[in-house]
């Protein structure tokens, strides 16, 4: 059976080389990046996520969607007619 990725922050994204050896992983837990091997320790998460959406703007934008897409409406605009 072929199982398909419907997130489309993975889908769309490119897959940059990797940046870490995969030693790494032993040094604690932490996340994989599908298809590159990238290993990011789970207390450095945080700050290289910040890093990837700082230089890729339509990924800050789709995470924003993604962020407010539960229990947010979207308003146009104070005053607007």
């Known amino acids: 059976m ?3 990725i ?3 922050m993975v889908v769309d994204s490119q897959w940059p ?3 870490q050896e995969p030693e790494e992983k032993l040094k604690g837990p932490g996340w994989e990046e599908i298809g ?3 290993f990011v320790l789970e207390e450095d998460a945080y700050g290289y996520a910040k890093e990837s959406l700082a230089r890729d ?3 800050r934008q789709e995470f924003v969607e993604w962020f407010y ?3 947010w ?3 146009d605009g104070i005053g607007t007619d």
């Open 69 to 71: 897409s539960g229990n």
């Open 17 to 19: 080389e990797p940046v």
């Open 2 to 4: 072929v199982y398909r």
């Open 57 to 59: 703007g339509d990924l």
């Open 6 to 8: 419907e997130n489309r």
């Open 36 to 38: 590159t091997g990238v």
């Open 73 to 75: 409406i979207r308003e």
